[in-house]
């Protein structure tokens, strides 16, 4: 039986010193804390390449959010087989879940430049 992953989808951007985007990735961070079995490691997000697989796994009304610069709420579905395949099973859930995207300055690559990441608040 398939479960779902509750969780948040956002887009994480990477700025050099003059304020021009020089890096983004989509992120789902989950609600839940994931135990994978083959990895002997705790799922802490997914990276999507690029927003046709965040159509393609959340909707374009949540990818066209998420481009605005939102951070969305989503489920992400887990089939069966990936719960096998990768020996999936939720271990802890803290509620309530909030997540807020913050910036840091960086140094590397881009002096001066800053860098998005989420934050458990």
């Known amino acids: 039986m398939a479960q779902k ?4 989808i956002a887009e994480l951007k990477t700025f050099n010193s003059k304020g021009q985007v020089v ?5 789902f961070k989950p609600a839940c804390d994931w135990y994978i079995e083959k990895l ?12 046709g697989a965040v159509i393609d ?5 949540v990818a066209e959010k998420v481009v605005q610069g939102e951070v969305v709420g989503v489920e992400r579905e887990l089939s069966d087989q990936e719960i096998a395949e990768g020996g999936l099973r939720q271990v ?5 879940f909030s997540v807020e995207k913050i910036e840091t300055p960086i140094r590397y ?13």
Not at 23 to 27: A, N, T
Not at 40 to 51: E, P, S, V
Not at 92 to 96: D, G, I, L, M, V
């Open 5 to 8: 992953m509750l969780g948040i």
């Open 23 to 27: 890096d983004s990735e989509f992120v």
């Open 40 to 51: 002997n490691d705790y799922l802490g997000a997914t990276k999507y390449t690029d927003i």
């Open 57 to 61: 796994a959340f909707g374009i009304d």
């Open 92 to 96: 802890s859930c803290s509620t309530p």
């Open 109 to 121: 690559p881009w002096p001066g430049g800053r860098k998005e990441y989420l934050v458990n608040r």
